[in-house]
């Protein structure tokens, strides 16, 4: 009997996981960069988010590869357990960065700051290409690998937390009012503690 293996093929949800984390690790590092020169704590908290989607990605790929083993004697069922073990994790990442999120919120709501609102923007915008390009990549393989669901519900709320961003750059600019900024930002940790 001929033996086959699979060790270097990477199935098509894997290269999905792979790109996304690509390009959310990138978004992530341009998207902390606006935060820290604007002060917004909506770009902020949904910089350290991104971070939490780019961590849940790569658990989703380790785990999907390790899942991938044959089984053995000791491990009869192989290791799909890992599948959820990565999809623990995931949850952990995000409930994490909410009790975050929503700290730095209540801390700013006494003392709210001028933003640049521009900066905001642009941020915004291209975070909402690069999770619109993820979720199109990882749609079809989210439907069949639990890793996956897990990883796209992380893109998914930092495409919320794009919107939200928009959000408060829009009522800053149009009205002033510098507390949307920690409202939102706390906000948004309030959703991510409900989706850990």
């Known amino acids: 009997m001929a033996s086959h293996s699979h060790a270097g093929h990477i199935p098509t949800s894997g290269k999905a996981l ?41 658990v989703a790929i380790v785990a999907q590869r390790i899942a991938r ?60 290409v690069t999770e619109v390009i993820s979720l199109g990549l990882m749609w079809q393989s989210s ?7 897990g990883a796209l519900w992380h893109i998914i709320q930092t495409f919320v937390g794009s919107l939200l961003i928009i959000v408060t750059a829009l009522v800053i600019k149009f009205t002033g009012f510098l507390a949307i900024d920690p409202i939102l930002g706390a906000a948004f940790g309030v959703v991510l503690l409900w989706a850990s």
């Open 18 to 58: 792979v790109i996304s984390a690509w390009l959310t690790g990138i978004y992530f590092v341009i998207e902390l960069a606006v935060g820290l020169w604007t002060g917004s704590i909506a770009v902020l908290s949904d910089a350290f988010h991104t971070l939490s989607a780019v961590g849940g990605v790569l």
């Open 69 to 128: 083993r044959p089984a053995d004697p000791e491990r009869s069922f192989g290791w799909y357990r890992a599948e959820i073990i990565g999809a623990l994790v995931n949850g952990g990442f995000l409930l994490g960065m909410a009790l975050l999120v929503i700290w730095m919120g209540v801390m700013r709501l006494g003392n709210p700051i001028h933003l640049p609102t521009g900066p905001m923007l642009w941020v915004a915008f291209g975070g909402l």
């Open 143 to 149: 439907k069949d690998d639990l890793n996956a669901r």
